[in-house]
């Protein structure tokens, strides 16, 4: 498709799945402060280079940032409480994530194979980390892990071939 970039209002709450998935062209989004969930799929292969999620979203979908290969950066908002399944997967430009104090799971695959991740802060809240959340990172170097976590999956971090300190504080 076309379309560059496209403005969420913010008398907007709930956006359909899949909305944007596959728009190619896509390489800026502004999304609403009353949005409460982005979905599954909603952007899927698009040409975003850097993601503003509002304090309103509750939920990041399955596969909703996933194969958006020009994402550099991503703010997310301090109400979210899950990253969905395979949602940043191959995001391969995406080079830090600070998950949230709000978040209480990373989900599959979350960002599997977000080869130029160096950086990854992870809330205090976190209680789970899902299967193969970080597989094929293999630039993350380091990372802590919040006592809060009560459960992880696994191949976790397999294939991350540069990390060196993994702790549990």
Do not use: W
């Amino acid at each position: 498709t076309s379309l560059t970039s496209f403005v969420i209002p913010d008398s907007v709450t709930t956006i359909s799945n899949s909305m944007f998935q596959n728009c190619t062209s896509l390489s800026s989004i502004q999304i609403g402060e009353n949005v409460e969930n982005i979905g599954l799929y909603m952007f899927q292969s698009c040409s975003l280079t850097s993601v503003n999620i509002p304090n309103s979203v509750k939920r990041i979908g399955n596969f909703a940032f996933s194969q958006c290969k020009s994402l550099q950066s991503i703010t997310m908002g301090n109400s979210i409480e899950s990253i969905g399944e395979n949602s940043f997967e191959n995001c391969d430009s995406l080079a830090s994530v600070l998950i949230p104090d709000s978040v209480e799971s990373i989900e599959y695959q979350a960002f599997r194979k977000c080869t130029s991740l160096t950086s990854v802060v992870l809330g205090i809240n976190l209680k789970s980390i899902g299967d193969a959340a970080f597989l094929g990172c293999t630039e993350i170097t380091s990372i802590v892990i919040p006592d809060s976590v009560t459960s992880m999956g696994i191949h976790v971090f397999f294939n991350c071939i540069n990390l060196t300190s993994a702790v549990i504080s």
